[in-house]
């Protein structure tokens, strides 16, 4: 019998596909729920080093933790996509893509299972600093972003503005404040991905404005 048919099935994609299907049409309002995230804190522009070593790190963690559990627990899951919250060193904290990336802060991060818990994600870094993978400084976290104005970007990442604009506006004129920090989700690997052809969901936590 392949031993695939005792594998138990656990898909974040499916169970949050309704979060993470929006329109490049139109922006779409969202409740999101507390879930676990490995991330990576770090700043400076994307092309840095810096920000490459911490892609490595959650992707080396996130897919060797994936590939243990199947292994160890008989629980298959797909790693799911990387996100980043981004902001800057101005006094607001808000992002605007106009300013310096120099001044650029992100956290990226990739949701992880419930049943994934530091005593997991421990063992995956102790395996791959003994392999001689260099790790940067990383945490398992639980992030409740709550309500949110999200809408899809097409296209490469260097034409976010105008999107970005247009979700500013909807809070503007939905009765909306911005309520946390500007969160992109990549569909698809960005390391492999055409700049044309790449998919970004843009996202901003959002709560109604006190009258």
Not at 93 to 109: A, H, Q, Y
Not at 128 to 148: D, I, Q, S, Y
Not at 161 to 186: L, S
Request: hydrophobic fraction near 35%; charge should be positive.
């Amino acid at each position: 019998m392949d031993e695939t048919t005792h594998l138990r099935k656990a898909d974040l994609r499916k169970q949050f596909r309704h979060l993470y299907t929006p329109s490049d049409k139109e922006i779409q309002v969202v409740d999101l729920p507390p879930a676990r995230f490995l991330a990576v804190d770090g700043y400076g522009e994307p092309a840095s080093a810096r920000f490459q070593r911490a892609l490595t790190a959650l992707y080396n963690i996130s897919f060797t933790t994936k590939f243990a559990v199947k292994k160890e627990e008989k629980i298959d899951y797909p790693v799911m996509a990387l996100e980043g919250l981004w902001w800057t060193s101005e006094p607001t904290g808000r992002f605007d893509p106009k300013i310096p990336r120099s001044d650029w802060r992100w956290t990226l991060m990739i949701m992880q299972p419930d049943f994934v818990d530091e005593g997991r994600i421990a063992e995956t870094a102790q395996r791959l600093r003994t392999k001689g993978k260099v790790l940067e400084p990383f945490r398992l976290m639980t992030f409740h972003e709550g309500l949110a104005a999200q809408v899809l970007h097409l296209g490469p990442y260097s034409a976010e503005a105008p999107t970005i604009e247009r979700i500013w506006k909807f809070i503007r004129e939905g009765g909306y404040v911005e309520n946390g920090r500007h969160h992109e989700i990549y569909i698809g690997d960005p390391r492999r991905s055409n700049p044309s052809k790449l998919r970004t969901i843009l996202r901003q936590p959002i709560r109604k404005k006190k009258i």
